[in-house]
């Protein structure tokens, strides 16, 4: 069998090693199938082209740019997919292995493309609210964050060869930042391949991506300020490279995520025969088994009730025996072999440290059945659980990983027992509680929250659609504590702010409605002779002000809008009942003062607004008594252009609008944020 020898990609070309490198091997026949070499490779170069031209591209781009160039991305690999499943099959990974390898890193480009509404349409993104800083309101400060000048350098396991690229790209690409990918060399040609279709889609500006496919030794050595490492893999490698000289130098970012010993509780509540004791048995064999347990995220730890060791056993024992071990491309055939050879004897030297101190109960891993395959020339493993029956004194489970399909049932007397055990992991990724009882699922919660990074809380109402245990989401943290890293990477918004900088800026409000590009109150105001619902939405200038006409509030105002409404709460509609409350008289509806406040400054005639899409921020400051005056000033805030979904669809954006209502004193009774729907120009 022909050997092919894998491409880096490196400042816009692509590499072959000068020398053979590693040999790469099928997973099911031990066959040996790639070559991977970066000899020759320049990784100071590499960083250097990805910070000027990769990084120079991608920040020229919006937040909604990169956010379509994303959704782009996406739609191109998905077309592609089972050209990636046929690869994946090479690594021992079944349709359901490669399912979540594949298209679930596909769905975090799909995930990461919609988040961009919730950024402008701008290349910064402005965070949180101002800040007043003097009496008169003429200095205030707010913070604006700015994409990272650097590279983003993301060294990865092999157990999600597509997944762990495209979760961790998705987010630095969507920040305007560029990356070096260096997956783990083992299953390395899984992600050359998926790469190589990113780059023949050209949807990505140059420089944006650069592979690395063998060694990457050395690459910490030339890394500088505005660059961010992310790691994944073991706990040990992870904090060398944190300690790295020149990451310690530069104050570089450096984002680990470490694989650990997670946990799921069957909580004491559950009996035999309930639908919450199948869900705990399902989950945790699903666990055991998925990706043949190479997964960072794995039940590890098995936290049972001491009364319940029996059954969770017997009940375990018989939802594995039914788990056919192959070939993945057979149907049948529902767990794989280890990535390889070397995995599968690391993991079997793991297994036998852990069977020091504690029995194995199912399983044996010298006599079990392959279908479609040799088991010693595949690197097969069968499904091993142990049990220990002292966990506070034989601690092994609690600091001996074997990533694979390996587990140990622990057992508990009560809670409190339940939560400590759960903690001697010292920092996970993810736990699980399987309970029926929401008050034990709260306590549980609150006494393990600060060693996890995650915590499902399974019960019959949610489990035909969780996503479950071992399954980290898009928009939510992924990461945990201690021996797991503490880092954190996705988790929607919060993952892209790790790309930027923050900075805080000063000034007049003026100056930083400027700068930001959103309206700050207290700004200087335009007013303008045409009405700004008149105007279409590339004609309105942030800043933009109406200032309407005015109503006196009468208490016939009142009645008629708790007629209208059916809120005929006390204070708006009995003068008698307002002793020890903070009203003088009568007071009139918030909702009808924003409900005026509209038709003092709303154009009734058909022009470019199309609708009110939704308030933001409403406050109401002041009581408003019959007999006050009330005006408005509405100001253009902020607008984000929309892409036309079809040739055919309206070209648009939403503006926000800033409305302050105010008494005749001039002060400030009502203030909201309205988003309007605004039709653009034509285009020719």
């Not at 077309?79 to 399912?99: M, N, V």
């Not at 997956?183 to 500006?205: D, G, M, N, R, W």
């Not at 009203?583 to 022009?607: C, P, T």
Request: charged letters at 25%; aromatic letters at 8%; a negative charge.
């Amino acid at each position: 069998m022909s050997v092919t020898q894998l491409k880096n990609y490196a400042e816009g070309k692509w590499v072959n090693g000068t020398k053979e490198g590693d040999t790469l091997f099928n997973a099911v026949t031990g066959a040996p199938i790639y070559t991977a070499s970066s000899d020759g490779l320049d990784f100071g170069t590499m960083m250097q082209y990805a910070r000027k031209v990769g990084g120079k591209a991608l920040r020229k781009l919006t937040f909604q740019e990169r956010g379509r160039m994303l959704k782009a991305l996406a739609m191109y690999l998905l077309e592609r997919k089972e050209y990636f499943y046929t690869i994946s099959a090479l690594t021992g990974a079944t349709r359901t292995d490669s399912w979540v390898d594949i298209e679930g890193g596909i769905g975090n480009l799909f995930a990461y493309a919609s988040l961009r509404k919730q950024f402008p349409d701008e290349r910064y993104y402005v965070d949180g609210d101002a800040v007043k800083l003097s009496k008169n309101n003429t200095f205030i400060g707010h913070h604006i964050m700015v994409p990272r000048e650097g590279v983003a350098i993301h060294i990865n396991a092999f157990n999600f060869p597509v997944w762990g690229m495209l979760e961790k790209i998705a987010v630095n690409l969507l920040a305007g930042v560029p990356a070096i990918v260096k997956p783990a060399t083992l299953t390395s040609y899984l992600t050359e391949a998926v790469f190589e279709e990113i780059i023949k889609s050209q949807i990505l500006p140059e420089g944006s991506l650069q592979l690395i496919c063998g060694s990457a030794r050395g690459i910490l050595d030339t890394v500088e300020t505005q660059d961010v490492v992310t790691f994944t893999g073991s706990a040990s490698t992870g904090r060398s490279l944190k300690s790295h000289p020149r990451i310690l130098s530069e104050s570089v970012s450096f984002n680990m995520e470490a694989d650990s010993l997670n946990c799921c509780i069957l909580g004491p509540d559950v009996k035999p025969g309930s639908a919450e004791f199948d869900i705990f048995i399902k989950e945790v064999v699903r666990e055991v088994t998925t990706k043949a347990g190479q997964k960072c995220t794995a039940i590890r730890r098995i936290i049972v009730p001491e009364d319940r060791v029996e059954d969770v056993q017997i009940a375990l024992g018989k939802r594995i025996l039914g788990t056919t071990i192959g070939d993945p491309s057979i149907k049948e055939v529902r767990m794989g072999p280890l990535a390889g050879l070397a995995q599968r004897n690391e993991v079997r030297e793991k297994v036998q440290l852990l069977a020091r101190s504690q029995s194995i109960v199912i399983g044996d891993m010298e006599h079990f059945e392959v279908m479609g395959a040799d088991k010693e020339k595949g690197a097969f493993l069968p499904p091993v659980i142990f049990y220990n029956d002292d966990p506070f004194v034989k601690t092994d489970c609690h600091n001996i990983e074997a990533f694979g399909p390996v587990s140990t049932i622990i057992p508990y007397n009560d809670i409190d027992e339940a939560i400590e055990l759960s903690r001697m992991g010292m920092g996970s990724l993810v736990s699980s509680i399987v309970t029926a009882d929401d008050d034990i699922a709260k306590e549980i919660v609150l006494g393990t929250a600060t060693m996890h990074g995650r915590i499902l809380i399974l019960n019959n109402d949610c489990v035909k659609e969780s996503t479950g245990h071992g399954s980290p989401m898009p928009l939510l943290v992924h990461g945990g504590p201690g021996r797991a890293g503490g880092g954190e990477e996705m988790g929607g918004k919060r993952g892209v702010l790790h790309y930027l900088q923050r900075t805080a800026i000063q000034g007049s409000p003026t100056t930083i409605s400027k700068i930001t590009n959103v309206y700050q109150q207290y700004g200087k105001q335009h007013e303008y002779d045409k009405h700004p619902f008149k105007k279409y939405f590339e004609e309105l200038e942030i800043g933009e002000t109406l200032v309407t006409a005015k109503h006196t509030v009468t208490e016939t105002d009142i009645t008629n809008f708790a007629n209208v409404s059916g809120d005929n709460f006390y204070a708006h509609m009995d003068a008698t009942s307002l002793e020890g409350t903070i009203f003088e008289k009568r007071v009139a509806h918030g909702y009808f003062i924003l409900s005026k406040a509209a038709g003092l400054f709303v154009d009734a005639k058909k022009g470019p607004v199309l609708l009110n899409y939704g308030i933001e921020e409403c406050r109401f400051t002041k009581p408003v008594y019959p007999g006050m005056t009330i005006g408005v000033k509405l100001t253009v805030k902020e607008k984000t252009g929309q892409e036309k979904r079809t040739p055919e669809d309206i070209a648009k954006g939403i503006v926000k609008w800033l409305v302050e209502v105010y008494d005749e004193t001039n002060e400030t009774v009502a203030i909201a944020t309205i988003l309007t729907m605004v039709k653009m120009k034509e285009q020719g």
